[in-house]
């Protein structure tokens, strides 16, 4: 699988997770150290998948799903990226982050392995893809792989998938 950098082709390394598969369960860091689970049962989760916080379109992404989606109140909203915990809790102390929780994937690539979107070549090796995935009752039911990582996700199929109540919104081609 591959996805672009500024119109340049990157691979992408690990197990691509597909719609309607089991979520691989996984523990990141949170931006206190703590543990962040994905795929936690009886949880709805969204799960942004980003390079780095640190760049003006993973910042922007960040901050709108802090404002429109996070009012999900039956969804847990986590940006995962390789920055670092520290650098997390800087962010969003900075950005007035509240509502989305920060994790990373720095300590062991798990999440960027088992969900297929750890940047294998170019100059953005060893980064996380630009990805969106909700999962529900322990399976991936909404997947959105950035193809341009300078792009942002389709935020209007992520809200009409959430408000669906999970069911196929028509947008966004999970079916």
Do not use: H, W
Not at 112 to 133: D, M, P, Q, T, W
Not at 150 to 160: G, I, R, Y
């Amino acid at each position: 699988m591959s996805v672009n950098f500024k119109g340049n082709p990157v691979d992408l390394k690990g197990n691509a997770v597909e719609v309607g598969t089991v979520a691989p369960k996984l523990n990141l860091k949170a931006k206190d150290l703590s543990a962040v689970e994905i795929a936690k049962e009886g949880k709805t989760q969204i799960i942004l998948s980003v390079p780095s916080l640190d760049t003006p379109v993973c910042a922007t992404e960040a901050r709108e799903f802090n404002q429109k989606i996070a009012s999900f109140k039956d969804a847990e909203v986590i940006v995962v990226s390789m920055d670092l915990p520290f650098a997390m809790g800087r962010f969003c102390s900075t950005e007035n982050i509240e509502n989305i929780t920060v994790a990373s994937d720095f300590v062991a690539k798990e999440f960027g392995e088992k969900y297929g979107v750890l940047i294998a070549n170019g100059v953005l090796e060893g980064l996380l893809a630009r990805a969106v995935f909700v999962i529900k009752d322990g399976k991936i039911a909404y997947k959105e792989l950035v193809k341009e990582i300078t792009e942002m996700p389709n935020f209007e199929a992520v809200e009409s998938f959430i408000k669906s109540g999970g069911g196929c919104c028509g947008v966004c081609g999970c079916r």
